[in-house]
């Protein structure tokens, strides 16, 4: 699977007409996955169709067709748009994944399905009662995504596993359509399979529970559940190139030149447009780290920066201090 240009940790819907076992399944999934419980789908219904409203339609690109036609239309993304996301703290209560009952006086877990179909969530229809042509039907006309017997011994770990799955799905479908404007504007590497395992290294190792595109230096913002960011600049060719020609038409230091020339290290100016000016020449080696090299469809030389509180806009709100009030709150 691709690399989602955005991730963040998402809610689980659980939807049964059984509150014991509703308790039960949410005292034991694993508390990064956050849930959010329904007995009643009516209930369940309304507070989906209300979060659809909060969350609006998500990104978007714009379209210019003046002066031409429709199909020679000029396409604009603001970039800037996905990182911003972090700010948001209602991000959490994003429904992902809906993990649906099947027998319920109201209307039976198929029938849920159908009612949110329109909805970007992915189904479980995770189940003691209905039979497995039920469920194949089901999948074929696209209503459910997994189907699980709650009898089966493995219930609860295939459960967890299937919805880490599923919310990686869910982010990787709102990337999608928007990978080949991407591509025309630089960020390719979202595409590239080599990229997107070590983003995947990367976020394994340093517990990364958030990422982000960036835009300007070009990488992806992350964040740990504590909020701490760090930022995985990401250069090309071309850019290291652009670097080093900026470099030269500010007079900057030969051992400057020489290090982005050798492509040994990876420039982040955090001032201005991000490139060197004569106000560095003194101290540049504050502004760099060691070059990493990611061979994919082309060279992507990286380096990672910690981000101290300020750097960004605004901070994130995070994670932990997410769970801390919902705990607070039970």
């Excluded at 992915?122 to 003691?128: E, H, M, Q, V, Y």
């Excluded at 074929?140 to 609860?156: E, F, H, P, T």
């Excluded at 560095?280 to 990493?292: G, K």
Aim: hydrophobic share 40%; charged share 25%.
């Amino acid at each position: 699977m691709q690399l989602p240009i955005y991730h963040h940790p998402s809610l689980t819907v659980l939807i049964d007409d059984s509150d014991s076992f509703l308790r039960s399944l949410s005292f034991q999934l694993d508390p990064a996955l956050a849930s959010k419980a329904f007995q009643d789908t009516r209930s369940a219904l309304d507070w989906l169709a209300a979060q659809a409203g909060k969350q609006g339609c998500g990104l978007s690109a714009t379209f210019d067709t003046y002066p031409a036609a429709q199909q020679q239309c000029n396409v604009g993304f603001d970039v800037d748009q996905i990182h911003r996301i972090a700010y948001q703290r209602q991000r959490f209560l994003t429904p992902s994944v809906l993990v649906v009952d099947y027998s319920m006086p109201q209307m039976n877990g198929v029938q849920l399905s159908e009612a949110v179909r329109h909805l970007p969530c992915k189904k479980i229809l995770f189940t003691g009662v209905a039979d497995e042509k039920v469920a194949v039907d089901a999948f074929n006309r696209g209503l459910i995504d997994r189907y699980i017997k709650k009898s089966d011994d493995d219930a609860l770990d295939r459960l967890e596993t299937e919805i880490v799955a599923l919310q990686k799905e869910f982010f990787a479908a709102r990337s999608d359509p928007l990978r080949d404007i991407l591509a025309a504007h630089n960020y390719g590497f979202v595409s590239d399979p080599a990229f997107s395992e070590l983003v995947r290294q990367i976020v394994a190792r340093d517990h990364i529970l958030e990422h982000y595109l960036f835009p300007n230096p070009a990488g992806i913002l992350m964040y740990d559940s504590d909020g701490k960011a760090q930022l995985l600049v990401v250069e090309t060719e071309a850019s290291m190139d652009a670097h080093y020609e900026m470099a030269c038409d500010n007079d900057a230091p030969d051992s400057l030149l020489h290090a982005l020339r050798e492509r040994c290290i990876i420039p982040y100016f955090r001032d201005g447009d991000g490139m060197y000016s004569r106000a560095f020449s003194s101290d540049w080696h504050r502004y760099t780290a060691p070059a990493q090299v990611c061979k994919g469809a082309q060279n992507y030389y990286w380096a990672l920066f910690p981000l101290a509180p300020g750097e960004l806009d605004e901070p994130a709100h995070p994670f932990a201090a997410y769970l801390r009030e919902r705990e607070a709150l039970a």
